[in-house]
């Protein structure tokens, strides 16, 4: 998007052109793929983290098919679908700290080379997802949602790769358990970035058409 952009009109626009239906297309795809990936990984390898992130992956994958539902809908439509998705990235968030701390309890350390490997082909994945979102990231609230799930994505592969360095250079599981916890406070704090702004966006948008039918009685009577 160019930096010229601004307002709901130039949002609308870029939400529904071709190009952005195709991005979100292929983030769907490669979101689902990775998302079988990350759980034979993170089955394999005992990795709370990978399994959070496959779970994210599967979370991103639907989101992205919300999106491209409501994609040529109004600006409201498109910010209830933002309530949505960013309720949906709070309760990973919740999820991931509940799994997280079972693991503390009963868990044993995770296979530091199948965390490695798989998280650096979901890092892969995620970073060509956000590059051909980078475009679209001062969209409206539903656009917006769909780059932070895209960012976060790739932060936490990242993450996953230096927890698995850690595993295998302390040969404990506190470093999987560390950045679970991180990969949560992402996701809980994105999710309520995403929901204020779109609530901010249905009050506009609220006002706006209390205005104008104001506007048409006041017409009516005279």
Same mark, same amino acid.
């Given at each position: ?10 949002? %609308?626009?870029?939400?529904? %052109? ?8 292929a983030a769907l795809i490669i ?63 919740? =999820? ?39 475009? =679209? ?86």
């Open positions: 998007m160019s930096a010229s952009c601004c307002g709901s009109t130039c949002s %609308s626009q870029t939400a529904a %052109s071709p190009r952005y239906r195709k991005v979100l297309w979101n689902a793929v990775m998302f079988i990936v990350e759980i034979a990984g993170g089955l394999k390898s005992g990795s709370v983290s990978l399994f959070a992130d496959a779970v994210d992956f599967a979370g991103d994958a639907t989101n992205y098919g919300i999106s491209l539902a409501v994609l040529s809908m109004g600006l409201a439509w498109r910010s209830r679908a933002a309530i949505v998705k960013g309720m949906s990235m709070v309760a990973f968030g919740l =999820f991931v700290l509940a799994k997280t701390g079972w693991a503390a309890i009963n868990g044993i350390p995770p296979e530091p080379l199948t965390m490695g490997v798989v998280a650096v082909l979901a890092l892969l994945a995620n970073g060509a997802v956000a590059l051909m979102l980078y475009a =679209f990231r001062d969209g409206d609230a539903n656009m917006r949602s769909v780059w932070l799930c895209s960012r976060n994505d790739a932060i936490g592969n990242v993450a996953v790769i230096l927890a698995a360095a850690g595993v295998f250079g302390t040969g404990s599981g506190w470093p999987d358990l560390v950045v679970a916890v991180i990969m949560a406070g992402l996701a809980l704090s994105s999710g309520v970035a995403i929901v204020r702004q779109a609530n901010r966006e249905l009050t506009v948008q609220t006002d706006s058409t209390s205005t104008q039918l104001k506007y048409i009685l006041r017409k009516e009577e005279a």
